[in-house]
């Protein structure tokens, strides 16, 4: 299962170009050197400063040295997929052989994870003609597909949404994050996830609401209010702090968690139908009194109603496992990444005093060369 993902953050300066061609470049994350370059590159050794003074020189030399400096795309593999990366390395070049052919870029497959994956860095500017590298939405999706094609003709799997690497369906109520900051916002215990406790709030109420009114006066009980509008598209829920969780944005979270009108009034009508049918059980027991008592029938119904409170607790405590669990793995992957941004900045802090260091010799140097010409021209003047 290949993800090919496209990375816009921050690509308008040289610093950016730079400080991403040093990190993927890492020799730590490229532990077995599966690296390569394409284009123009006249060094004999593959380092970031080399290829970030080529691609420059290439701007310079077409008079495109502004705006967009660079793309970036990361082809990730599902840590249980079988591959090498060698194989990524090469699935790697075949994309960007298709879509950035003609541009320098640098394919770095980094081993640094529990997963391979391979970081593709493109020269925003054609080393042929001088044009500027530009992809549309639809351009984005074009790479998908055919990063889907490669892991096809590979043998590889294709990911699926709703579906686990294994091809088992995800649950319903499972968490899923489709990016990091919202993963990152449903995990980290430093920030109350308020959009987690609105899906539990959620799965609460719906199992036992049979109209709206019965809906939004639960969700009232456990502090969300809920803007439901006939003019407007989307449910809005609002806890005690002002914080807004939309619809779609619950959906895009919970898998299978329906929570848009035409879902919910779909839901209301299936659980009035549902107690409907327990009120005609009742009244039939009622008439074979001889058969069922009264009190018998009303434990019958209570059974049925303790079941749907058990399934619905269930699944709330699987919820609420799963964001426990995620919080602990988060704590350690916060506190070794924590670690490494330390380790990178006592890195550039050691950098900056290199450079500074050469700048100041180099002052020193450049003086007292002006003070021997100095000193030169004045014993001519006196000869």
């Known amino acids: 299962m290949a993800i090919n993902k496209v990375v816009n953050k921050s690509t308008g300066s040289h610093a950016a170009m730079r400080n991403v061609l040093e990190y993927v470049l890492r020799d730590e994350k490229i532990k077995d050197g599966h690296v390569c370059v394409s284009g123009p590159y006249p060094w004999e050794t593959i380092g970031y400063d080399e290829v970030y003074r080529t691609w420059l020189e290439e701007k310079r030399l077409w008079d495109k040295d502004s705006g967009r400096m660079y793309a970036h795309n990361i082809i990730s593999f599902h840590r249980d997929e079988k591959i ?203 008439a074979g009194a001889a058969i069922l008592s009264g009190s018998e029938s009303d434990s019958y119904e209570g059974n049925d109603k303790r079941t749907i409170r058990d399934d619905t607790e269930a699944l709330i405590r699987e919820v609420r496992t799963d964001i426990c669990d995620s919080r602990t793995a988060s704590g350690i992957i916060i506190r070794t990444e924590n670690k490494s941004v330390s380790d990178d900045e006592q890195s550039k802090i050691l950098e900056r005093e290199r450079r500074l260091e050469e700048q100041r010799r180099a002052r020193e140097q450049e003086r007292d060369e002006r003070s021997r010409r100095k000193m030169h021209r004045s014993r001519d003047r006196e000869r």
């Open 84 to 286: 090498t990366e060698a194989e990524a390395l090469d699935l790697a070049r075949v994309f960007a052989e298709k879509y950035f052919s003609g541009f320098q870029y640098v394919i770095c497959v980094h081993q640094d994870k529990d997963h391979i994956h391979a970081h593709i860095v493109t020269n925003s500017v054609s080393y042929l003609d001088g044009h500027k590298l530009h992809q549309t939405r639809k351009d984005l999706e074009r790479q998908k597909e055919f990063t889907n094609s490669l892991c096809r003709e590979r043998g590889l799997t294709i990911a699926e949404k709703g579906k686990h690497f294994d091809g088992s369906l995800i649950e319903e109520g499972e968490i899923i994050a489709w990016s990091k900051d919202k993963y990152n916002l449903l995990i980290n215990d430093s920030k109350k996830s308020f959009l987690a406790e609105c899906g539990i709030s959620l799965l609460e109420v719906i199992p036992v609401s049979s109209s709206r009114e019965e809906f939004i006066s639960g969700m009232n009980e456990r502090g969300w209010s809920v803007q439901w509008e006939d003019n407007r598209k989307h449910i809005v829920f609002t806890n005690d702090n002002g914080d807004k969780v939309r619809d779609s944005n619950i959906e895009k979270t919970f898998t299978g968690l329906k929570v848009s009108k035409e879902a919910l009034t779909h839901e209301f009508e299936r659980q009035n139908e549902i107690r409907q049918g327990n009120r005609d059980t009742d009244e039939a027991g009622s």
